[in-house]
């Protein structure tokens, strides 16, 4: 599975957002920009994305900035990725137009490891995301 930049920095954007959602405040473009070293430029065009599939809500003002339309249980990375690069698809096609047994083989192999990914990240909540997030790594020492 490849993810384009526009739609990684839409999830790291998400989880951010998911991770704050219990003080109830928006957090700011520029926070999430600071964090995550994403121009804020390309970062508003992603939210305004986001915003359009309901899956974020803003707030102007000084204070303002974007908050999660849902609690983070009620979203899930298929949710995001779709909302940037739009619907997963359904089969995977090949470049070659060969109707072969051999092709098609492949063909069907490839398509389960889509629907595979598909429900993978129907499963994956912003919420379990933001726990990872906010959970200390077990393998880090300090000296």
Not at 26 to 40: N, Q
Not at 62 to 79: D, H, K, T, V, Y
Request: a negative charge; proline letters at 6%; charged letters at 20%.
């Amino acid at each position: 599975m490849r993810l384009s930049t526009r739609a990684e920095y839409a999830c790291l954007a998400a989880i951010e957002l998911a991770c704050r959602y219990d003080s109830g405040l928006p957090v700011s473009l520029k926070t999430i920009s600071d964090l995550h070293g994403i121009s804020s430029k390309y970062l508003v065009q992603i939210m305004i994305q986001l915003k359009a599939a309901g899956l974020v809500q803003s707030a102007r003002g000084s204070s303002g900035g974007f908050q999660l339309a849902r609690p983070p249980e009620e979203i899930n990375l298929l949710e995001i990725l779709t909302a940037i690069d739009g619907p997963w698809p359904d089969q995977h096609k090949l470049a070659a137009p060969s109707q072969t047994p051999t092709a098609q083989a492949l063909a069907s192999a490839l398509s389960q490891l889509l629907a595979l990914e598909r429900d993978f990240l129907q499963d994956i909540s912003l919420a379990e995301l933001a726990h990872r997030a906010q959970k200390p790594v077990a393998d880090m020492y300090f000296i």
